[in-house]
Every structure is written in C-alpha cells, then in structure tokens.
T-cell receptor
C-alpha cells in the first residue's frame, strides 16, 4: 500500500533562509506524489505534483521538489523563505482511488 | 467558477444530534471525497465517490454516511454525533484523467460536538 512519512512536525527558519521539508514515500508502483499547502483556517492548495515526467518539479510560490527513487524521497525546498510561507505543508501519494496524506509539517518563518 | 464549496462553515452539535454537511463542485469532476483533519494526523479519508450514485468507504467510515445523488453534490451525514467526531471536515474533488489526479479542496467545515 502507498504511504508517505513527513519528517518533522515543526520546522522553523529565518526569513531569507533555505526551506527544506522532508517527505519519504512507500509505494509498490511508480508513485504520483504531491505537496499541498494549508494556510490558517483555509483548505488545501496544490503546490506541485510529480507524475513521472521530470524528476525536479517546480511549483507555485518559488517551491520545488525533487523525486529521488533511490532514496524514496520527495523533499520540498525553497531557496529563500518569506514570511508569507508560514503554513502547514502536506505531502501526499496517490493510491488507486484517492490520496494518502502525511501528518503535515508546520513551517514557521522568523523575521 | 466557485470550485468546491462546503456548507456550513461552522457547526456546534450536542452528543446524539444529527446533521448533514453539503459539498458542491462546479468543475464536472467525477470523483469526490470527504476527509477529516485532526491535529498531528493529517487528512484521513472518510468516504468517497467515483461517480453519481456510487459511494465507498475510506479509512475512517464509522459513524458517517454519504450520498451522491447528483454529480456535483456529495453529502456527509452524521446520524448520532459523538465528541470523537469533533474535527475539521474537508471535501475534495478530482477528475481522473491520465497523469492528473490532484484533488481540489473546499474551505472546510469546523464541527464541534459537545
């Protein structure tokens, strides 16, 4: 069965610093992987997705993620954090009919 | 396009009361889902539907029922609410075309059961 594990429930960075949010997946078939962002009291918004085309995927708001099959990872990065990036981030893997989500990582950005 | 909308946005119930949450989408999506979100647990699938008139159980279906009488609507019912059902409920929809399975989410319904 497909699943994802997000490493770190909370990540804190300074404004302008690198953002790295970790996600490892488990899948018996080539996975479709997603990152979603949730701002306070809002629904989830798609940041980016991997669908077996390019291994480096660029998303909205300057985020990108790299699919590494050898490491079963799909980490999310952004070179320079902005205060507006403070939110909760979810990694997800597609199953046959729905998605399985990680527990989420709350990103705090310090001025 | 309104996308995915949910009604109501907030609700407080007493234990044993019933209610229905309504989800509507205007994107002509085939698949619809109901999730619950609890702190530290991500989103867990309650029920889903792959088309009008069809529903199926997800990860945590107990205590909930659903109906998909029209393609654009997906209803989630709580027959006898319990405090354990205090949560934020999200509806989502998707169109299962090849290579594109992302889900589009509604704004959520915050339910408190006292």
């Amino acid at each position: 069965a497909q699943s994802v594990t997000q490493l770190g429930s909370h990540v804190s960075v300074s404004e302008g610093a690198l953002v790295l949010l970790r996600c490892n997946y488990s899948s018996s078939v080539p996975p479709y992987l997603f990152w979603y962002v949730q701002y306070p009291n809002k629904g989830l918004q798609l940041l980016l997705k991997y669908t077996s085309a390019a291994t480096l995927v660029k998303g909205i708001n300057g985020f990108e993620a790299e699919f590494k099959k050898s490491e079963t990872s799909f980490h999310l990065t952004k070179p320079s954090a902005h205060m507006s990036d403070a939110a909760e981030y979810f990694c997800a893997v597609r199953t046959s009919y729905d998605m399985r989500f990680g527990a989420g990582t709350r990103l705090t950005v310090k001025p | 396009n309104a996308g995915v909308t949910q009604t109501p946005k907030f609700r407080v119930l007493k234990t044993g009361q019933s209610m229905t949450l309504l989800c509507a989408q205007d994107m002509n999506h085939e698949y619809m889902y109901w999730y619950r979100q609890d702190p530290g647990m991500g989103l867990r699938l309650i029920h889903y539907s792959v088309g009008e008139g069809t529903t199926a159980k997800g990860e945590v279906p107990d205590g909930y029922n659903v109906s998909r009488l029209k393609k654009q609507n997906f209803l989630l019912g709580l027959e006898s609410a319990a405090p354990s059902q205090t949560s934020v409920y999200f509806c989502a929809s998707s169109y299962p075309t090849s290579g594109s399975y992302e889900q589009y989410f509604g704004p959520g319904t915050r339910l408190t059961v006292t």
